[in-house]
Structures are given as C-alpha cells and as structure tokens.
C-alpha cells in the first residue's frame, strides 16, 4: 500500500465526522451519468446552515485537502471508494435524527446502497430519510439491494 493510501485511510479512520442532529445530506453519484444529486446536495447545505455533506466535516474536508478527489493522486478508483466508505460508514453510525438524501437512481453498487443506506438502517438514533421513516424509504425506493 503506498504512503498516501496509508494517509488517506488514516484520516478517514480517525478525522472527526459529526454532524447536526437533522442534519446530515446524502448524495450518490457513483456509477451514474451526471453529477446532479451532488449539486442538488451542495445547495441544499448552502441554502440550509446547519446542514451538512461528508465534505463539510473534519475528515472530508482533510480528504480532499490532501488530494483524494484530484485524478492524479495515484489512487486507483477502488482505492479512493474504499476510503470514502470508511469515513461514510463512520459518519454514518455517529449521525442522528432525520437525513436528507439526494440519491435519485443511485446504483446498488455505489457507497450509498452499499455503506450508508446498510448502516443508517443499523443505527437507532436515525428516524427518518427524506421526511419519511427509514426502513419505509429503503424498502420503497431500494428494495431491489436487499434482495
């Protein structure tokens, strides 16, 4: 493993990842064609103060400080996944009340289907998902990853 893999899973392992109780925004792009629900998610947080994306705490903002998003990182896009989902599941599991995802189409194999949504169903201090109760939204919208 090279020396900024080792960094980067450093951080995502330890930098803080709270947020707002309410407040944590979730958004999948992986494996879709546009960036859209990123961008409905970023302004959201603009237009929403006490909200906040994984880029907007500790550990994401010292992810992509280093350079983990840039295409010349030396990174594999495996390797930037596996990071990202050790910070998400992390957040994840300390969040707290209602979330808002962005994740229209989101694919079963993005680290939404694959980390948060899995985690966030596993977490009792989690109610809701987009004004509606979580394991009502899951199996609503997502049914076909757990099948």
């Known amino acids: ?8 899973i450093e951080i995502a392992s330890s930098y803080d990842v709270s947020t707002p109780v309410n407040g944590l925004v979730l958004y999948s ?16 947080v603009k237009e929403h103060k006490a909200t906040m994306t994984i ?4 550990c994401g903002s010292k992810l992509l400080e280093i350079g983990l998003n840039e295409k010349n990182n030396g990174l594999t896009e495996d390797e930037i996944s596996l990071v990202w ?4 599941k992390r957040m994840i599991e300390k969040a707290s009340g209602e979330i808002t995802a962005f994740v229209d189409g989101a694919d079963a194999r993005s680290i939404f289907c694959k ?11 989690i109610t809701a998902i987009n ?8 199996s609503k919208y997502f049914k ?3 099948e």
Request: aromatic residues 12%; without cysteine; proline residues 6%.
């Open 29 to 44: 792009v992986s494996f879709l064609p546009s960036k859209e629900n990123r961008e409905k998610a970023f302004q959201f």
């Open 85 to 88: 989902e050790i910070a998400s």
């Open 115 to 125: 980390v948060e949504l899995i985690n966030i169903l596993k977490n009792p201090l």
């Open 131 to 138: 004004n509606e109760e979580k394991h009502t939204f899951a």
């Open 55 to 58: 880029e907007n705490t500790a």
């Open 144 to 146: 076909p990853v757990f």
């Open 1 to 8: 493993m090279n020396n900024f893999l080792n960094k980067a």
